[in-house]
């Protein structure tokens, strides 16, 4: 949402999207609370919270924004196709994306794992992250 607030000209969409994006960084601080008080009991390894934080990003694959896309564009009259919409959703949005928006991701997601977030390591999987995401929108694009 950061990325779409800035690339927006609407001062109200783009007001709109800062919000959002802000209430969703509060949302990871109370996670990430409650994730360091777990982890005092709970004994879990970084593989298995590494695991569990590449199954979080996944999830990103399912109905949620595919079904949004396609009842925000109006595709009501069209039988749904989570594959086409979710392909269309990604072309559209991904476009917006800046390194600087998969280098905070990938921070929060190596900081949730246990990883240091501002490592060579982090740097390098910001880096792959953003090349597979416009790869993969480049992709989209061309079946389109």
């Known amino acids: 949402l950061r990325a779409m607030g800035e690339a927006a000209r609407e001062?109200?969409?783009?007001?709109?999207c800062?919000?959002?994006?802000a209430d969703e960084f509060r949302h990871y601080t109370l996670f990430y609370r409650h994730l360091k008080r777990y982890l005092d009991k709970e004994r879990i390894g970084?593989?298995?919270?590494?695991?569990?934080?590449?199954?979080?990003?996944?999830e990103t694959e399912d109905d949620e924004l595919a079904y949004a896309y396609y009842a925000a564009n109006g595709l009501a009259g069209a039988a749904y196709?989570?594959?086409?919409?979710?392909?269309?959703?990604?072309?559209?949005?991904?476009r917006?994306?800046?390194?600087?928006?998969v280098?905070?991701?990938?921070?929060?997601?190596?900081?949730?794992?246990?990883?240091?977030?501002?490592s060579r390591l982090a740097r390098v999987a910001a880096r792959g992250a953003y090349w597979l995401?416009?790869?993969?929108?480049?992709?989209?694009a061309a079946a389109a």
């Open 96 to 101: 917006y994306v800046r390194p600087r928006h």
């Open 11 to 16: 001062p109200v969409l783009r007001d709109i």
């Open 46 to 58: 970084k593989v298995r919270r590494v695991l569990v934080a590449l199954g979080r990003i996944t």
């Open 81 to 94: 196709d989570r594959k086409s919409c979710s392909q269309a959703y990604a072309v559209r949005a991904f």
């Open 18 to 21: 800062k919000r959002i994006a």
């Open 133 to 140: 995401l416009q790869r993969r929108r480049q992709r989209f």
């Open 103 to 118: 280098e905070r991701g990938i921070a929060m997601t190596f900081k949730a794992a246990g990883l240091r977030p501002q």
